[in-house]
């Protein structure tokens, strides 16, 4: 079954440069970011003032077009300066996560082999000893809006620059290598046309997702002069009092933030809230969330989809689907195929393919895994879906997380979405455990707000699921393991005892 939007065309397409040269001339005096926790703000012009000064210093060291620059920064402002900085020098930017460890920035710095590296004071002592030892060229820290620059004696020779690409974002595969995905000036930019269905300028953006994580957000803001505030908290009560006071219109939850803003109860809900909607995506969203955060907040909660690789694909329209990640956005063409990459018919599940002028221009010095990614052009997301009478895109769940027991195979999502809803119960994730007989059998995992024995939910499941479904182990944490990008840590859950 497939579902085609039309092509735009590729045509020629500005740079990241351009575009925010763009923006910062339409929107001078509007904010481009407010931290709330430091109290500050900042303007387009001063970003576009700070960024145009790093332009200068990077030229004056003789960097060329094409050049890979890597950078470590958090949810702050000198991430916005090196961004603008290294995008209208015509870098090619690879940010790097606060979390990432010592070990693992090794093995990215020799996988990319950058010649430059961009962080800030207060991360620098940590890491200085391993960025120096490999092919980065020159070092530039961040401190208060100036730039202190050394040399660095390479370890091995810096990749060669190269023109066509913008923006390096890492993934893992199956065995946790990781995976670098490289995308093109036009895959950053092309989201900004598909966004303003919703967005309005000057709207107030709360972003609660790692800025290196979510690239195309920032894009999304820019296009409409958007100010960004950002907060570095989970609590609930502090979440909406912050929407409250910084007048935010739009928020990006990853859906683990969702489901802690459920717990609230309505007398804790600002009456005054300018929120008009919430996007989500990144992971699967429970629909017992979804209907509990809309008739809690009385805003809806706009899902959408889309991997690395290929960035966002499909996302709900004004008329949004409860519990569908939506329709696929323009020039994105989809196939639900079998395991012998065969369409099935319409209404079955089955792989979701897609293919579009999103789509990544592959993995870095990996022809072999893009090979086993990219068929002729269609990216094979390994996510089982399924497509509704009217084109709403619903994922069913991971095809590596299918859980094969006795002959028969089952989604744990579809067990999770069950479970959430016995009270009291806040998360769950439902993993495979080795069995003599059945090969398989599911064992779920769950936060709660009180003790609650796996024999009551046992007997609640049985209302709702075929007996090969049921969880045959329970148990209860105080919580589940996450990524740094907010999602359930499926590989790690399974290890706590």
């Known amino acids: 079954m497939a579902f085609h939007t039309g092509s735009r065309g590729r045509g020629k397409v500005a740079t990241v440069g351009q575009f925010l040269n763009n923006v910062c001339e339409r929107f001078p005096e509007q904010n481009v970011l407010n931290d709330y926790d430091r109290k500050q703000k900042w303007t387009y012009r001063q970003w576009s003032l700070d960024s145009q000064q790093l332009v ?44 990432m460890t010592r070990k693992e920035l090794g093995r990215l710095l020799a996988l990319v082999k950058p010649k430059w590296f961009l962080t800030s004071a207060s991360e620098w002592e940590e890491i200085e000893e391993t960025v120096r030892q490999s092919s980065i060229v020159k070092i530039g820290i961040y401190t208060e809006g100036t730039w202190t620059w050394s040399d660095n004696t390479p370890f091995y020779p810096a990749r060669k620059p190269d023109h066509s690409l913008a923006h390096l974002r890492f993934t893992s595969g199956s065995q946790g290598e990781p995976k670098i995905v490289a995308l093109t000036h036009y895959n950053m930019i092309y989201r900004v046309g598909n966004f303003k269905h919703y967005a ?43 929407w409250q006071e910084e007048k935010v219109t739009f928020a990006w939850l990853v859906p683990t933030i969702i489901g802690l803003l459920i717990q609230l109860t309505p007398e804790q809900i600002p009456e005054n809230l300018l929120l008009r909607g919430i996007n989500t995506g990144g992971a699967y969203l ?3 969330w979804e209907e509990k955060f809309e008739q809690l907040f009385g805003v809806p909660v706009y899902q959408q989809y889309g991997l690395s690789e290929g960035c966002v694909a499909f996302e709900n329209p004004i008329e949004k689907r409860s519990g569908s990640v939506g329709k696929p956005t323009p020039s994105v063409q989809v196939r639900i195929c079998d395991p012998d990459g065969k369409e099935v018919p319409a209404g079955e599940i089955g792989e979701l393919w897609y293919q579009g002028d999103n789509i990544m221009q592959g993995y870095l010095d990996r022809p072999d895994l893009t090979a086993d990614t990219l068929k002729d052009g269609w990216l094979r997301t390994g996510d089982m879906a399924r497509f509704d009478k009217e084109g709403y895109l619903f994922i069913e769940g991971r095809l590596k997380d299918l859980i094969h027991s006795g002959g028969l195979k ?5 067990v999770e979405e069950v479970i959430l809803i016995y009270p009291g119960v806040q998360e769950v994730s439902v993993v495979p455990v080795s069995h003599k007989t059945k090969g398989e059998i599911a064992k779920a995992y769950f936060v709660a707000d009180r003790l609650i024995r796996g024999s009551e939910l046992r007997a609640f499941c049985r209302k709702y699921l075929a007996d090969y479904k049921i969880p045959r182990q329970w148990k209860q944490v105080e919580t589940l393991p996450k990524l740094a990008s907010g999602k359930v840590a499926k590989r790690s859950v399974g290890q706590q005892n």
């Open 56 to 99: 200068r210093e990077l030229s004056s060291m003789s960097l060329e077009a094409g050049d890979f620059v890597m950078t470590r920064f958090g949810n702050d402002y000198g991430y916005l300066v090196a961004y603008g900085g290294v995008a209208r020098a015509e870098g090619v930017i690879a940010p790097i996560g606060l979390r």
């Open 410 to 414: 089952f989604s744990p999502r579809e």
């Open 286 to 288: 429970y629909r017992h």
């Open 200 to 242: 309005q300028e000057g709207d107030v953006f709360y972003l609660s997702i790692p800025f290196v994580f979510r690239p195309d957000r920032l894009i999304q803001a820019f296009s409409v002069g958007g100010e960004i505030v950002v907060a570095d908290t989970v609590y609930p009560e502090q979440l909406v009092r912050i």
